[in-house]
């Protein structure tokens, strides 16, 4: 199982990221497929969760409204939208299935919200 995130970088507040995040070793389509992160002190907060029979989506409440998971099936990648970004988004992104054991993470990407 290999998890690559990409996309992260340094972005000024109200500004727009678009994470990706290539899987093989599993088919993300046959997974409920999620989006976490963690900020500097903090413990892994999970962000956003696509299902993967209804296609319904789900967020934290601190995001809802301006982030955006999705899934091209045929890259076996996932990605996630993130708009308005604000200073407390600040963190190291990561994807995975939504339910544990993880038997491995990827590097994250990291995502910088500052002026």
């Given at each position: 199982v290999q998890l690559v995130e990409s996309g992260g970088g340094l972005v000024q507040p109200g500004g727009s990221l678009r994470l990706s995040c290539s899987v093989s070793g599993f088919t993300i389509s046959n997974n409920d497929m999620s989006w976490f992160r963690q900020a500097p002190g903090k413990g892994r907060q999970l962000v956003a969760t696509m299902f993967r029979t209804s296609?319904?989506?789900?967020?934290?409440?601190?995001?809802?409204?301006?982030?955006?998971?999705?899934?091209?099936?045929?890259?076996?990648?996932?990605?996630?939208?993130?708009?308005?970004?604000?200073?407390?988004?600040?963190?190291?992104?990561?994807?995975?299935r939504r339910w544990g054991p993880y038997s491995t993470w990827g590097q994250g990407t990291q995502v910088t919200v500052s002026s």
């Open positions: 296609r319904i989506t789900d967020y934290g409440e601190s995001v809802k409204g301006r982030f955006t998971i999705s899934t091209d099936n045929g890259k076996n990648t996932v990605y996630l939208q993130m708009n308005n970004l604000k200073p407390e988004d600040t963190a190291v992104y990561f994807c995975n």
